[in-house]
């Protein structure tokens, strides 16, 4: 017999777009509340949340505290569209300044990996805002995450790297932003009494490709591509990757 959501738990979804097909596969198992990641980091810290999925570098930074599920993790397969770094027109081989928003920890890791690769120097200037305009107020450059970066596809902004392009090709591995956890003394290591729960893909419709589309204000065409990038499996790629990026993290902050 199925349990219900109340008897699953309480689980933190990103209150980003790529959460929206998730959200409705998840939504009759489980009690969902979506917010930012830092907030469900906090919450499922403090047991506010049974499981939450939070960036990744917050998971190796609470390794002593939290562990990671067998379930859903936001990756993709290459292209993610919603990792950009953007300029007011200059090139590469201006970059100096970045503003980074606040919201975002692995794809500024990621960026940092990728930009060292190609012996460029940069210093991120974190702040509070998330609009590329506001972002490109602070500098000429901005690193974009989320539904901001999909909708920086104007011809206003110049596009200059797609982060999780270009880390695939330097890993050979997908991108992983956020995976699933809970607290080390939490319920169990899956979710549910499921393998489907680590075999999770997006499913959705049009309607639900028009309903996002509309509410983050992009075209539909936006959202179905960005839709056919996200991945939600937990998979031995995606524990390589893991895997991967820890190595990197580790030498970086030893």
């Known amino acids: 017999m199925a349990k219900s959501p109340s008897e699953s738990g309480r689980l933190g979804l990103i209150n980003f777009s790529h959460s929206d097909p998730l959200e409705a596969m998840l939504d009759p198992l489980f009690q969902i509340t979506r917010d930012v990641p830092s907030v469900l980091l906090e919450k499922v810290l403090s047991g506010r949340l049974d499981y939450a999925m939070v960036s990744l570098l917050s998971y190796y930074s609470h390794r002593s505290e939290l562990k990671i599920l067998e379930g859903p993790t936001i990756h993709s397969i290459s292209r993610t569209m919603s990792t950009l770094l953007v300029s007011n027109g200059g090139g590469m081989d201006g970059i100096g300044d970045v503003a980074v928003t606040s919201h975002t920890q692995t794809t500024e890791f990621y960026l940092g990996l990728i930009l060292h690769e190609l012996g460029i120097s940069w210093k991120p ?130």
């Open 125 to 254: 200037i974190r702040c509070d805002f998330t609009e590329a305009s506001d972002l490109l107020g602070v500098a000429d450059y901005a690193l974009l995450i989320g539904d901001e970066a999909l909708r920086s596809y104007r011809p206003e902004f110049r596009i200059l790297i797609d982060v999780g392009k270009e880390f695939s090709s330097l890993a050979g591995l997908p991108p992983v932003y956020a995976v699933t956890v809970s607290k080390i003394q939490g319920k169990s290591d899956r979710l549910a009494d499921s393998d489907d729960m680590a075999r999770l893909e997006p499913r959705y419709d049009d309607a639900a490709v028009v309903r996002t589309s509309m509410r983050i204000g992009v075209s539909p065409e936006i959202v179905r591509q960005y839709y056919r990038c996200i991945r939600y499996s937990y998979d031995q790629q995606v524990r390589a990757s893991i895997g991967f990026a820890l190595d990197r993290f580790n030498r970086q902050f030893p």
